[in-house]
Every structure is written in structure tokens, then in C-alpha cells.
């Protein structure tokens, strides 16, 4: 009994120890896997704030980046006086030509489709067996359904050769019409290749010989490959006057909407957001004004550099603006700068170095106090985009009707400029005389404007020339005016002014009307009448 009570105590000892120990067992396991859980959270913390730390590095520097990018940016824009060229970009013409093989492959000749073999007679010829030779008719059917079956092999093949036959017809006739299209896209490629090259030539030959035509396609690879930024995203139109060496530009102008106008870029961690600062308003007008400024300057300079034949006296470069009218919202064309150089003196000018508003204003350049405000001005030389200077007269008005304008009588030019300015000014009240002709190049008519702004004293005088209007004619005219006491003088002519004729005038008030805008002016008024200055110096030499 005792044994037995000794064996219970030990058993229950030992299941009592064993419970311990899995007691034991379970806490560690349980303190191991809330210490794995509380390892996993402070992992989860600490990769959070990892996050939290990289995000905000990450948006800090990329707040950095914006705000240097928009400065860096504006500097390059504001800078581009600094690169201009030291030296002419060289013009390959070789280049100009078209090199570049036709490159669309020829087309692929399709295989045609096989015809079925040719069904053997002899392979439906029925064979002999033991009961064939008993029984003849046995045979004779045998034959008889094996010419059938031939019948219908050869039947079923010749539809099968029509089939092919077709296709095949279909796949030659669309291989014949690709080859046909792939030789006219080939000679087509060739000759307008041909025709292109060989006019590069004749422009080569042609812009020796001074060509309006060459120079203008000399000037405009020139502009082509001035190095801008790429904000300068711009067009041009390029006019070269022969017989004055005067290049004109109309360049469009960028907008200072594409500026940027961050100034600065912050990240606010408490709100997790990024706050901008802008560039106040006049701060963007006064780069504006900048960029454009330093744009006609550049430009011009670049053009005398790379004018290494000499065919340039000068460059007058109207800034086009085109957009929209605040107040209207329509879209609006205006010339808002114009500036006319002359090369000698334009090239003594250290480009790189200079203040673009102060060297603009050196050179007499016509603009608004502040080109933002887009203000619009009458351009130095405005580009004759219609040139309807050679074209044959339609039905006229009495008098003007077919008649070239530089051959007419003197006088009846004196009178026509006078009747035209009559018509253009009489609207407002203005009252137009015309002086006793007296050919001494006096004054030819006098135009009295009564409006109490703008009004005053008009002087006209009108020049039927055949050759350029030197600037002596301007600086009579520029006497007239303060010897009549005038507000005004206007000089008319058949034909063009020298570049030192715009050059004295561009600072007095004084009006060159040159052929071209004679010939607009009277067709404004109904008139449709031509100048050919070739024909006019035959006509004159003849007379003499």
C-alpha cells in the first residue's frame, strides 16, 4: 500500500513537473513571439520614418530642382548676347542639296501557285483478277467506273487550274501595279531630287550675282542656324532689297507667358505640400523686354557675321507679335519694336559685353517705354509681303489706268500724289493744295490738319525716280519742313530709299513712302496701277 502511495506521489510529482515545464515552455513561447511582434512594429516604425524621412528629402530636393531649373532658365533666356557669334557660320551648299537614296524597297514578286499534276489515264486502268476472267461483263463494268472516276479526276482538276489560274492572274496584275506605282514613286523621288539640287546651283550662281531670291536663302539658313534656347521657338519672314543692300526680318516674337515665373519652391512637411512663390509681374516684364531686346540685337549681329560677301549695308529687324487682345480676345498681329543697323558701325559694337536696351536705344530703335505692354509701332521699313510692284494694271480709274507709275509726266504725278493724299486725309477734315508745279523739288503740296492733336502743317513732296532716292533728298525735304514751319514732311516715291535715307529720317518727323507702299495705298483707294523702273529708264533713255 505503501509502495502504491509512493508510485501515486511520484506520477503525480512528475505530471506536476511536467506541467511546470510546459507552462514554461508556453511563457517563453509566448514572450518570444510578443517580443518577434514588438521587433515587427519597431521595424514597421522605423521604416515609416525612413519613408516619412525620404519622401521629404526626396520633395525637398525636387522643390530645389524646380526653382533652380525656372532660374537656370531664365538666365539662359536673358543671356544669349553672350554666345553671339566671333565667327560666320559657314554655308555648305553642297549641304543645301538632297543626298538621300530612295529608300522604299521594291516590291516582292509573290510566287505563282502550282497546277496540279496532270491525271494518268493509265493510272485508272482496271486490273485483271480470276473472276474478271470468268465473267467478261464482270470486267466491262470495271472499266466502265473507272472512266468515270477519270472523268470526274480530270473534271475536278480543271477546275482546280481555273482556280489557280485566277489567283495567279490576280497576283501578277497587283505585282504589276505595285512595280508600276514603286517606278513613278522612284522617278517622282528622282526628279524632285534633281529639280531641288539643281536649283541649289542656280541659287549658288545667282547669290554671286546678288539674286533677291539667293540672299534671302542665304540669310534664312543663316538664322536657321543660330543657336538659340530653345524658349526662342520662332518664325521669320526675310525681304533683301538689291539695290539698297537692306535686309529686312519680320521675326514673331516668343510671349512672356512661356517665362517661367516660379521664383521659388518650398515643401511644407506639416501640410505635406508644396508652396510656390511667383516672380512679381514687373519683374516678368523686365525680363521680357530683356529677351526681346537682346533678340534683335543678336539676331542682327549674327546676320553681318555670317554676311562674309559683303552683301549686307544693312538690317532692319521689325519684332512681330501675334496673340491675343485682352480687351477684344481676338488675335492681333503688331510690329512692337523695329530696328534698323548699318553694318560698319553695328560691328564696332562689342555685342557680348553691351546692355541690350541701352545699344537698342543707341541705334535708334523704335519701341514702346515697355515692350510687355505690347504697345504697337509703325516699322522702320515695312516688308512688301504682296510685292504687286511688277504686276500688269487692271481697270483703273481715269488717268491711272495701265499706266506705269515711274514713266508717267511729272507733273501728272504731282497731282495724282496730291488727289491720293486728298482722298486718305480729307475724312478727318484735312484740307490738301498743291504748290505751282515748278519741277525745282520744292514743295509740291501742302496739307493743312485741323485736328488740334495731330493737326498741323503737312508738307508733300513727290519724287517720280527711277533710281534709288538718295538721302540728299531727304535732308531737302527736312529744310522745307523748318523752313514752312511744319509738323510734318512726306516724301513719295516710285522708288526706293537707301538705307542712309531711313537712317536720317528715323528721328525726325519725317514719312518715306516708297513704291510699294504707293502702289497699297492707291489700290486702297480703288486704283490698281504698276511700277516697272526698267521699263520707265528704256522709255526716258529713248525720249532723251
Known sequence: ???????????????????????????????????????????????????????????????????????????????????ALLAPITMDWDKCKRNESFTTAEPIKMELKSLPEEIKKTSYIPKKDFLDFVSKKRYERKVLDSEKKYKEACQERDNQVRQINSINIEIVEQYQMSMKQWKNDKELFEKEK????????????????????????????????????????????????????TLIVDMNLPTKEDIPSLKQMKYIQTRKEFSETELKEKDIDQIYDTVIYQLALRVSHDLYTCDIDNKLISIVFNGIFTGINKSTGNEETKCILSLQTKKDEFMEVNIRNVDAKACFIKFKGIASSKLSELVPIAPIISMDREDKRFVEGKDVAYKVEGQNLASMDWEEFEHLIRELFEKEFAINGAEIRITQASRDGGVDAVMFDPDPIRGGKYIIQAKRYTNVVGVSAVRDLYGTIMNEGAVKGILVTTANYGSDSYEFAKDKPITLISGNNLLHMLKKHGYNAKIDLEEAKKKLNNYQ
Open 1 to 83: 500500500m505503501a509502495r502504491r502511495t509512493s508510485f501515486v506521489n511520484l506520477a503525480f510529482r512528475m505530471a506536476r513537473a511536467s506541467a511546470a515545464q510546459q507552462r514554461r515552455e508556453y511563457n517563453a513561447s509566448v514572450r518570444e513571439h510578443n517580443a518577434m511582434l514588438r521587433q515587427v512594429e519597431r521595424q514597421s516604425k522605423q521604416d515609416e520614418r525612413d519613408r516619412i524621412v525620404q519622401e521629404k528629402e526626396e520633395a525637398i530636393q525636387y522643390a530645389i530642382e524646380k526653382t533652380n531649373e525656372a532660374e537656370a532658365f531664365r538666365i539662359e533666356i536673358q543671356s544669349i548676347l553672350s554666345k
Open 194 to 245: 534633281k529639280e531641288h539640287n539643281t536649283r541649289i546651283d542656280e541659287l549658288r550662281k545667282q547669290y554671286i550675282e546678288s539674286s533677291r531670291e539667293a540672299v534671302e536663302y542665304y540669310f534664312e539658313n543663316m538664322i536657321c542656324n543660330i543657336d538659340l534656347p530653345d524658349y526662342y521657338d520662332i518664325t521669320w519672314d526675310l525681304q533683301y532689297n538689291c539695290d539698297s543692300k
